[in-house]
């Protein structure tokens, strides 16, 4: 990739965000824009009112700035995924255990919207699944979105953004003879080098995505293990033709 920020991993983050530097800072929004849904999404499904769910999440990235609840984390030690949610967990059994006569000041750490995450969290709810597995399937979910995000922005750089726009819809599924010469039409292209088009993007897009999970595993091993999981956790859910693509 062209851009330096992404040879820095999911877990030099957290490293980053220890202290009260202005690396710091920026390194903690930087996680809590790409994770706090699935955060949310746990609190949620364990029970947790919306607006107590919100102000657990944005508690809990207040807590590990003014804590520096960072401090002793260690990437060799296990994934990001099952580090965020532990001191998560932890958090809310500490909250749970005082009186919440008083709110933390109006303190906000992670900036979204508590209607559309609600509306969020209703569109993304599954009958009957746990709070660990929703926040597994969000998870799988934010890795696929940032894969997708590592391809648009290096696209963009390169002034390919319009192809892969078009291009994108493609990435998971096949599509008809019809449909690539439709979408291909625009670009300058015909229906067999958009395929080819298409086939290259989803190699790129196995190879970003193989990227996002080694940042999140300590000192980038067990990928493919975790991507295993994360496709199994999917398929559960009946989002594997949506989700993470295997090798085709």
Same mark, same amino acid.
């Given at each position: 990739m062209?851009?330096?920020?992404?040879?820095?991993t999911?877990?030099?983050?957290v490293?980053?965000?220890?202290?009260?530097?202005?690396?710091?800072?920026?390194?903690?929004?930087?996680?809590?824009?790409?994770?706090?849904?699935?955060?949310?999404?746990?609190?949620?499904?364990?029970?947790?009112?919306?607006?107590?769910?919100?102000d657990?999440?944005?508690g809990?990235?207040?807590?590990?700035?003014?804590k520096?609840?960072?401090?002793?984390?260690?990437?060799?030690?296990?994934?990001?995924?099952?580090?965020?949610?532990?001191?998560l967990q932890?958090?809310?059994?500490?909250?749970?255990?005082?009186?919440?006569?008083?709110?933390?000041?109006?303190?906000?750490?992670?900036?979204?919207?508590?209607?559309?995450?609600?509306?969020?969290?209703a569109?993304?709810?599954?009958?009957?699944?746990?709070?660990?597995?929703?926040?597994?399937?969000?998870?799988a979910?934010?890795?696929?979105?940032?894969?997708?995000?590592?391809?648009?922005?290096?696209?963009?750089g390169?002034?390919?953004?319009e192809?892969?726009?078009?291009?994108?819809?493609?990435?998971?599924? %096949? $599509?008809?003879? +019809? #449909?690539?010469?439709?979408c291909?039409t625009? !670009? /300058?292209?015909? *229906?067999g080098?958009?395929?080819?088009?298409?086939h290259?993007?989803?190699?790129k897009?196995?190879?970003?995505?193989?990227?996002?999970?080694?940042?999140?595993?300590p000192?980038? %091993? $067990?990928?493919? +293990? #975790?991507?295993?999981?994360?496709?199994?956790? !999917? /398929?559960?859910? *009946?989002?594997?033709?949506?989700?993470?693509?295997?090798?085709?």
């Amino acid at each position: 990739m062209s851009d330096p920020q992404f040879r820095l991993t999911r877990w030099s983050l957290v490293l980053r965000a220890r202290g009260d530097g202005d690396e710091a800072h920026r390194a903690m929004g930087e996680l809590c824009e790409a994770y706090w849904f699935p955060l949310y999404a746990w609190c949620r499904r364990s029970g947790l009112a919306a607006a107590e769910a919100e102000d657990l999440v944005q508690g809990f990235f207040l807590r590990v700035i003014e804590k520096d609840l960072f401090a002793a984390a260690d990437a060799s030690r296990g994934k990001l995924r099952t580090f965020l949610l532990t001191a998560l967990q932890r958090h809310v059994r500490d909250e749970q255990g005082k009186a919440r006569a008083e709110r933390r000041g109006g303190g906000r750490v992670v900036s979204f919207d508590a209607v559309e995450a609600e509306a969020w969290y209703a569109g993304e709810s599954i009958d009957g699944e746990s709070a660990d597995q929703m926040f597994d399937r969000q998870w799988a979910l934010t890795v696929l979105d940032q894969a997708i995000g590592r391809l648009e922005q290096e696209a963009a750089g390169r002034g390919k953004g319009e192809a892969f726009g078009a291009l994108r819809p493609f990435l998971t599924r %096949e $599509g008809s003879a +019809a #449909e690539y010469e439709r979408c291909a039409t625009p !670009l /300058g292209m015909n *229906g067999g080098s958009f395929k080819v088009a298409v086939h290259r993007l989803r190699a790129k897009f196995r190879d970003a995505l193989r990227a996002e999970v080694a940042e999140t595993q300590p000192d980038g %091993e $067990g990928v493919d +293990a #975790e991507i295993r999981h994360l496709m199994n956790v !999917l /398929g559960a859910s *009946g989002l594997a033709d949506s989700g993470l693509p295997g090798d085709r």
